[in-house]
């Protein structure tokens, strides 16, 4: 699967590489296997091979281990600044593929969300393509999560992107249905709120004690990784059973055919989430702020509504 963050400022045509860099990064459950011509980034190697283990760590520590044994993970090199884009496949040996702007700095490394992305993409089993949207909405509305359970971002950004991106998922008119609707909001986001309501209704059913995330853990446990074919109908199954409650199984239901619309904004007063003269509010005393803690855990000390201004977009999200 490919994925884009923003404008492919063109391709470098380069000589062959003359400092073919490798690491191999240990992990809880899987290595990953990096390699990069370090001649070609203006950033020390270490920089690059940093941010890859961070993000490697992020998808680890979501999944309670590293979805597949082995991956190979290549930076290919494009002329201007920033992770551009990423492809992820496992159809011979799993394979993550990041094109990185040779002028990137620490800062975009930051920012950046493409890594973690496409690692995602390996905890899930490749489904038929019709279900394409499970798989870009898994790794949609889990990237930020994963980033945020090793602290490298606040809840602030969970909730920020969804605020933006989830309206992007919304059926339009004529949609069919999740299965049968293959645009582009419908895949990213329209999965990412698949993800998301499932989230809400097991925190629901549970009682805030097993969530989305109890889901995938199962999932990856049984094996479901990007390296096996599955029909979506088990993934879902396992996935119900390690949390108790056939929700995966009942959304899909309801979503898979027909185009199930959603109040967001219902969703949005009731979690206390709330975006006041440009700056994201959370607020503490909303009637399901305990479910958005237990989505995002948010610092022990935030009695006051938090809120930040200055996080940034993802351009075409
Ligand atoms: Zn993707």
Not at 176 to 182: A, I, M, Y
Request: charge should be negative; charged fraction near 30%; proline fraction near 7%.
């Amino acid at each position: 699967m490919l994925c884009a963050a923003g404008v492919l400022l063109g391709v470098r045509v380069h000589a062959t590489p003359s400092a073919l860099r490798t690491a191999l990064l240990e992990l809880d459950g899987g290595k990953v296997e990096l390699d990069f011509d370090a001649d070609e980034f203006q950033l020390p190697a270490e920089d690059l091979i940093d941010w890859v283990r961070t993000s490697a760590r992020a998808v680890e520590t979501f999944y309670a281990g590293f979805p597949v044994d082995h991956v190979r993970v290549t930076l290919i090199p494009r002329r201007g600044k920033g992770v551009i884009t990423g492809r992820t496949e496992a159809w011979d040996g799993a394979r993550v593929r990041v094109q990185v702007g040779t002028l990137t700095d620490r800062a975009d490394l930051e920012r950046d969300w493409i890594m973690v992305h496409e690692l995602v993409h390996l905890a899930f089993p490749s489904v038929p393509s019709r279900h394409h949207w499970i798989e870009e909405g898994l790794a949609t509305y889990v990237e930020p999560l994963a980033r945020l359970e090793i602290g490298e971002v606040p809840p602030e950004t969970v909730w920020h992107d969804l605020l933006d991106g989830l309206p992007k998922g919304l059926p339009q008119a004529g949609d069919r249905g999740l299965d049968f609707t293959p645009t582009w909001g419908r895949t990213y986001w329209g999965g990412a709120l698949f993800c998301f309501l499932a989230d809400l209704e097991i925190r629901k059913r549970t009682e805030n004690q097993r969530g989305l995330r109890d889901a995938l853990r199962g999932i990856r446990a049984a094996g479901g990784s990007m390296k096996v074919r599955w029909p979506l109908e088990k993934a879902l199954r396992i996935g119900d059973e390690a949390t108790g409650v056939p929700v995966l199984m009942e959304l899909y239901e309801k979503m898979r055919a027909s185009p199930a619309p959603v109040d967001l904004d219902a969703l949005w007063s009731e979690l206390g989430v709330e975006r006041r003269d440009g700056h994201l509010v959370l607020k503490p005393d909303a009637p399901s702020s305990a479910t958005r803690r237990a989505i995002a855990p948010e610092p022990e000390t935030a009695r006051e509504p938090t809120s930040s201004g200055d996080i940034p977009r993802k351009f075409d999200r």
